[in-house]
């Protein structure tokens, strides 16, 4: 008995201990470094070997010109979302990190305190920023009012496309461009079935292709309001007194279901397609056609790069800009960051700064890429060097890739500009007050959404499906969201 | 007192070689298993990151709530229960049986065994999950190419629960039971040879030396070890359950346990408080469980109880 009390004793002794230790830890560092101050900034991508020479180079330039000495830590795609969370859970000091809907979530970590609010740092040090993003999206990235990231220039609108491997397309005569109702893929997908042996037509991720959507004229059907994943509830992108729905009881998610037990059946798509990882079959393995989240103009040359496929990419449904496309990709300044100035000051750089912009993208000139004339970049160098673009503030300051049109980013803002808006563009849900429900809905939603793709009776497992997701709270989870959409528009 | 204290002086002293060689471990303990017990403090408190788990406002306990709201809640626990129980029950008696064989074998068939049964628990769960996906992979697995050749029908494992009661324990059986059948072969080692020698000149058989000797002589190290596996029932094989299955959703019906479930469930939230609530609520219905087991075997044998 005396030891553990003795041994409770000495860590409770230990605990404020440590604290002083790690907090006289960072003030001596501070004062060391008084003239040159450091900015941590972690981002996701592939970790990269060139990194510490592409770094020495654009401290060379910061150290002059802005006195900062910056230092970027990449964590693998896999790792990201875990390493961060850990960070913001130990209350760790960072200046700059990536945030979005689908890596280090934003709502949830933004709404538990773990960045600062940015409105008047952007208004002193940002001003840059302010003037190159178009005013309508930033509050997609608001949080009770308040800015609590820096959204990203990039393609700002989501659609959801195939790519189509050119071989095959031309072979048997289809022009993705031509559809005109969805399931006039399915008869390319019979004639890959029908003559060409052991090619695969398809490769989709968890959804269905829906068949009488007419990819030219319109955009898919709902908004999701808690994230990508969790889209059993929505509200319709046409309605524009916004009603909040159940999704899964609509005609068009039984839609979605039906197309996707079509493919199975027909053999258009692997047997056991949901436990396949797009990148290892499309590498591994012949397909005809396989899925891309997310299409953007330019995204053939990435495909001829990334799978050594050249491709037709086409949409499955008109582009829309919704809270989550806009919000897909931003950079938010840590809650026990030591320069937020500073931070902010030098993502005003990054993102009116051509020269620095792709010195970070692309790496030092004739070392990790060749100027190949008109404003493209010859990348087949000795060292391979090369972050994710969207990443560093606008895009559209980058150089060229090959396999891109020369008015590539003209071609991308003259998408967004024809994209459906949603009505809740803007609009940014509160999870917290539903937070059981929603975990216990995201866990069933996960569980039921495969396995009626494979219920001998479909009507029996969609009845299950929402008898489970009743039980599990999803009517006030709607209730909620329909509350805080009406107090949005009361403030609009 | 101080003659006591001298006395637990004296025994550290003597013991100190020992106490050495415990260190590395204990502190391995300390650090990873007691420091961060105050930590605990988050499952209660609506978790801001800005605050920090001190200054972070109070929840009671609604951090819970999720793990019980649905008739997931009896699923998950039962199968958490029904799978550990049985993994526990199936790999210490596979490993007692391999043991037991391998002691009756000369000394360098056994370097073979050894190596070919420890093997697999050395390999990680997501590299065991790509083996078992080569195996089971629907349209080019191993298992489905030779149904083909054989005229029969294809099976779609990730799809078929009830192929899993039986894929499960294999595979756990394949990972684990050559880690415990080691420790009991080098229980066995140890024992006393006058013991066998003395049943020799009795003329006891091989299956009676077994039965008489061996394995009571082990009686205690199972009941120490199968205690440490019932505390850890609440804490299932992650890996086996979400890596081996892939995550097949179809499967969950038979696979899904409350470590899938949690994790599942806070993909979207990240809420460091409900994950807390979970970790605690497997650590008490842990402990319970190894108070209540420790009873059990003390109304048994009181000779044989850990403490």
């Not at chain 1, 933004?110 to 600062?116: E, I, N, P």
């Not at chain 1, 499309?282 to 495909?303: D, L, Q």
């Not at chain 1, 994209?419 to 539903?434: E, N, R, T, Y």
């Amino acid at each position: 008995m005396k030891t553990n009390r003795i041994i409770v004793f000495t860590l409770l002794l230990m605990l404020p201990l440590a604290s002083v230790l790690a907090n006289g830890g960072s003030d001596s560092a501070e004062t060391a470094s008084k003239e040159m101050v450091n900015i941590s900034w972690h981002q996701i991508g592939n970790p990269q070997e060139e990194l510490p020479v592409v770094m020495e180079e654009v401290n060379k330039y910061l150290g002059d010109k802005f006195g900062i000495n910056l230092d970027i830590t990449v964590h693998g795609w896999g790792d990201y979302t875990t390493k961060m969370q850990t960070m913001h859970a130990a209350g760790e000091s960072f200046d700059l990190a990536f945030t979005s809907g689908w890596a280090n979530p934003f709502i949830p970590t933004a709404s538990k305190g773990a960045y600062l609010p940015l409105d008047n740092l952007l208004k002193d040090y940002g001003k840059d920023i302010l003037s190159i993003l178009p005013a309508k999206y930033w509050d997609a990235a608001k949080i009770d009012g308040k800015i609590m990231a820096i959204i990203n220039y990039q393609i700002m609108s989501n659609q959801r496309g195939i790519a189509f491997v050119k071989e095959y397309a031309d072979k048997y005569g289809f022009d993705p461009d031509k559809v005109t109702q969805n399931k006039q893929i399915f008869d390319f997908f019979q004639q890959i079935v029908d003559n060409e042996e052991g090619v695969v037509p398809y490769f989709n991720l968890k959804e269905g292709i829906l068949p009488d959507l007419n990819p030219q004229e319109e955009t898919r059907y709902f908004d999701d309001i808690i994230s990508e994943e969790d889209r059993y509830i929505g509200v319709y992108l046409t309605d524009t007194t916004p009603t909040v729905v159940n999704t899964l009881i609509s005609p068009e998610y039984r839609r979605d279901v039906e197309s996707v037990r079509e493919m199975l059946s027909a053999g258009y798509i692997p047997s056991d397609f949901t436990s396949l990882n797009l990148d290892e079959e499309v590498k591994g393995r012949e397909y005809a056609s396989f899925i891309m989240t997310r299409i953007k103009p330019g995204v053939e040359g990435e495909n001829l790069v990334r799978y050594g496929k050249d491709t037709i990419v086409s949409g499955l449904y008109k582009p829309y800009t919704s809270t989550g496309s806009a919000s897909s990709t931003m950079t938010a300044i840590g809650v026990n960051s030591q320069h937020p100035e500073k931070a902010m000051e030098l993502y005003n750089a990054v993102y009116s700064d051509k020269y620095l912009y792709n010195l970070l993208v692309f790496g030092i000139k004739d070392v990790h890429y060749t100027d190949a004339g008109n404003g493209y970049v010859n990348l087949d160098t000795d060292k391979s060097y090369g972050l994710p673009a969207w990443q560093f503030g606008d895009q559209f300051n980058a150089y060229l890739m090959p396999g891109q049109d020369p008015d590539v980013w003209q071609q991308t803002m003259d998408l967004d500009a024809s994209a459906v808006v949603s009505p809740l563009l803007g609009f940014v849900f509160d999870p917290s007050p539903v937070r059981n429900e929603i975990a216990a809905c995201g866990a069933i939603n996960a569980e039921y959404k495969i396995s009626v793709y494979y219920a001998d009776n479909l009507d029996e497992a969609m009845a299950d499906f929402n008898k489970a997701m009743e039980e599990a709270g999803i009517d006030r989870i709607i209730t909620e969201a329909q509350k805080q959409i009406d107090a949005w528009l009361a403030t609009k | 007192m101080p003659n006591l204290l001298s006395k637990r002086k004296r025994g550290l002293l003597d013991h100190r070689g020992l106490w050495l060689l415990a260190l590395p471990a204990l502190v391995v303990v300390v650090l990873m298993q007691y420091m961060p017990l105050p930590g605990l403090i988050i499952a209660f408190k609506n978790y801001n990151y800005g605050l920090g788990p001190w200054k972070s406002s109070w929840s009671g306990f609604s951090n819970f709530t999720y793990l019980f709201t649905t008739g997931v809640a009896a699923r998950i626990t039962y199968n958490t229960i029904k799978w550990n129980f049985l993994f526990i029950v199936l790999s210490h008696s596979l490993a007692m049986l391999v043991a037991l064989l391998m002691n009756e074998l000369s000394r360098r068939s056994i370097k073979i065994y050894q190596t070919i049964f420890f093997f697999p628990y050395f390999l990680s769960w997501v590299i065991a999950a790509y083996l078992g996906f080569a195996l089971l992979s629907g349209d080019r697995g191993i298992i489905n190419t030779l149904l083909t050749r054989m005229g029969r029908d294809t099976v779609i494992w990730y799809a078929q629960p009830d192929a899993w009661r039986v894929i499960l324990p294999l595979a756990y059986l394949w990972k684990h039971f050559g880690y415990i059948a080691i420790i009991y072969f080098t229980a066995l080692i140890g024992l006393d040879p006058q013991l066998f020698e003395a049943a020799d000149i009795e003329g006891a058989n091989r299956i009676q030396k077994v039965f008489r000797i061996s394995i009571p002589q082990l009686k205690q190290l199972v009941v120490i070890l199968v205690m440490i596996d019932i505390g850890r029932i609440f804490r299932s094989d992650f890996g086996l359950f979400f890596q081996f299955t892939r995550n097949s959703s179809t499967l969950y019906p038979v696979t899904d346990v409350i470590d899938t479930y949690v994790y599942r469930a806070l993909l979207t939230l990240g809420d460091p408080g409900m994950a807390a609530a979970a970790g605690l609520y497997q650590s008490v219905v842990a402990l319970v469980l190894v108070l209540l087991s420790n009873k059990l075997i003390t109304k048994l044998d009181e000779e044989s109880r850990v403490f």
